[in-house]
T-cell receptor, first 112, second 113 residues
């Protein structure tokens, strides 16, 4: 069945270092969404990418959607302790309208 | 403020008991979802409902049941048939039209001993 894979599962960085998480889908996606879950919290929507090759920025966060619309990445420049959490990518399920399939997430920890 | 309310935040039950998790939304969203989260497993879909009085099984529906009698409410019952019920349960909703992202509640952490 359809799968969305994310790597790495964990990433530990020193504050100020950059961070990247990668998302790969087994199928072509119409769009991809990214969510952030702070420790002890719930996932919060960050952004949606729709177009092939699309790049969007939110302050220090840069999101990319691959040309083939099967992969995506989230890059954080100069991490801060506020970036700590788990980052999930999610793509539409091919089977049911509106359902999302989530990657397993990348858990980011930042050492001050 | 609009949002999704899950209650309670923490729930403890003995093995063999059914337990119902509450989820209420005032976002006027048509679709509602239940996800289960285990460490390192991401979010797995249990049940979803696109419209009142209708719902479908997700990827891991065995041992769970839901109802959708009102647009605002989508309670999840964890039955004694669920083999590993201890987990973090997240309810979410999504607008039926227009831009569609998931809005999550704060979650319920269920511990069954």
């Amino acid at each position: 069945g359809q799968q969305v894979m994310q790597i790495p599962q964990y990433q530990h960085v020193q504050e100020g270092e950059d961070f990247t998480t990668y998302c790969n889908s087994s199928t072509t996606l119409s769009n991809i969404q990214w969510y952030k879950q702070r420790p002890g919290g719930h996932p919060v929507f960050l952004i949606q990418l729709v177009k092939s090759g699309e790049v969007k920025k939110q302050k220090r966060l840069t999101f990319q959607f691959g040309e083939a619309k099967k992969n995506s990445s989230l890059h954080i420049t100069a991490t801060q302790t506020t970036d700590v959490g788990t980052y999930f990518c999610a793509g539409p399920s091919g089977g049911s309208q509106g359902n999302l399939i989530f990657g397993k997430g990348t858990k980011l920890s930042v050492k001050p | 403020d609009g949002g999704i309310t899950q209650s309670p935040k923490y729930l403890f039950r003995k093995e063999g008991q059914n337990v119902t998790l509450s989820c209420e939304q005032n976002l006027n969203h048509d679709a509602m979802y239940w996800y289960r989260q285990d460490p390192g497993q991401g979010l797995r879909l249990i049940y979803y409902s696109q419209i009142v009085n209708d719902f479908q099984k997700g990827d891991i529906a065995e041992g769970y049941s839901v109802s959708r009698e009102k647009k605002e409410s989508f309670p999840l019952t964890v039955t004694s048939a669920q083999k590993n019920p201890t987990a973090f349960y997240l309810c979410a909703s999504m607008a039926g039209t227009g831009f569609r992202s998931l809005h999550f509640g704060n979650g319920t952490r269920l511990t069954v001993t």
